[in-house]
């Protein structure tokens, strides 16, 4: 018994191509339908600037596609892009399932949000350091250093 898996495709198709872009994706589409996968979503993004030059060429037409195909049959349609010459570089990858949106929680109370603010303020009061209130006033430090420098020094210099 075959077992389908969602997959994501990424390519991006030769900018010379734009004028055929229908056929070229139909192209694609072709790999994916004749080995029964089923294109659930997709988007054409247009042309844009790659990250880097691919022979030479520095843009492309990037096209996003989802998609369900049997897990054994991945392999031939990965054989099928790279050997199309139209498709620049592709990104197969194993697409995620879709969970359902969880229920959104109420909003809490403003009394609650008050409460629990009151709280988180009154944690850091406690833990918050007081500053501590210098012993001396400036001057005096002042005048203690000054006295350590002359101590240091000595009558060396001349007082004024």
């Known amino acids: ?28 589409r072709s ?37 369900n195909a049997p897990k054994n049959k991945i392999a031939s349609i990965e054989k099928d892009l790279r050997i199309n010459e139209e498709v620049m570089r592709f990104m197969l990858l194993v697409a ?27 944690t850091k009061a406690k833990t918050k350091k007081e500053p501590k209130v210098p012993a001396e006033t400036e001057r005096e430090r002042m005048k203690k250093i000054d006295e350590k420098l002359e101590a240091l020094l000595g009558e060396e210099e001349p007082k004024k």
């Open 1 to 28: 018994m075959e077992t389908n898996g969602n997959y994501e495709l990424l390519y991006i198709v030769h900018p010379d191509l734009e004028s055929s872009i229908d056929k070229s994706i139909d192209r694609v």
């Open 96 to 122: 995620e399932e879709k969970k359902e949106a969880k229920p959104k929680k109420e909003k809490p109370a403003v009394a609650k949000i008050v409460t629990k603010v009151e709280a988180a303020t009154a």
């Open 31 to 67: 790999y994916v339908e004749k080995r029964d996968g089923k294109i659930i979503y997709e988007e054409n993004w247009g042309k844009r600037k790659l990250a880097y030059p691919i022979n030479k060429t520095d843009v492309g037409i990037y096209v996003l596609w989802y998609f």
